[in-house]
């Protein structure tokens, strides 16, 4: 006989980031740094990531758009990948991600694709400790997500493998 069961997950949402915490803060302006840097000349959307580390490290990342559109890579596994390969097996603690538009203001937060999330559900299952999400458009709200689990339910990891 089946069965119905609800997925649900819980994120605490800022007006702006004024109401974050002092570390929060500094993420978060580190993501709208490197996004900055983004080389997105076709969707004209840029994206900055910045990973904090267990160590204190902070990494960052921007969205790098190619012709060939699946050659690109969104900022956050330039990030990620990036504190992986320089910092390997130190814990992601959070990540901050900001997006904006040359064509209009990004007044939401920009969550990650399901590739990011993906990338980032692995680290997560990899160091057995969950990865904090801060999520901001260009202006408005925030939202916080205490793991990369609670939008990526059901997820795929090498448990499937085995």
Known sequence: MSEKKKISFEITVFNSIQELGS???I?????IEARKNAYAPYSEFKVGAA????NGEIVLGSNQENASYPSGLCAE????FYAGAKFPGVPIKTIAISAAS???RVHSPAAP???CRQAISEYEFK???PI???LMGEVGEIIQCNSIADILPLGFNSTFLE
């Open 132 to 134: 904090e999400l801060l």
């Open 27 to 31: 993420l978060l302006k580190k993501a």
């Open 51 to 54: 990973v904090l580390l267990e």
């Open 23 to 25: 570390s929060e803060k």
């Open 127 to 129: 160091q057995e400790k």
């Open 102 to 104: 040359d064509n209009h």
């Open 77 to 80: 596994r330039v990030a990620v």
């Open 113 to 115: 694709c399901g590739n």
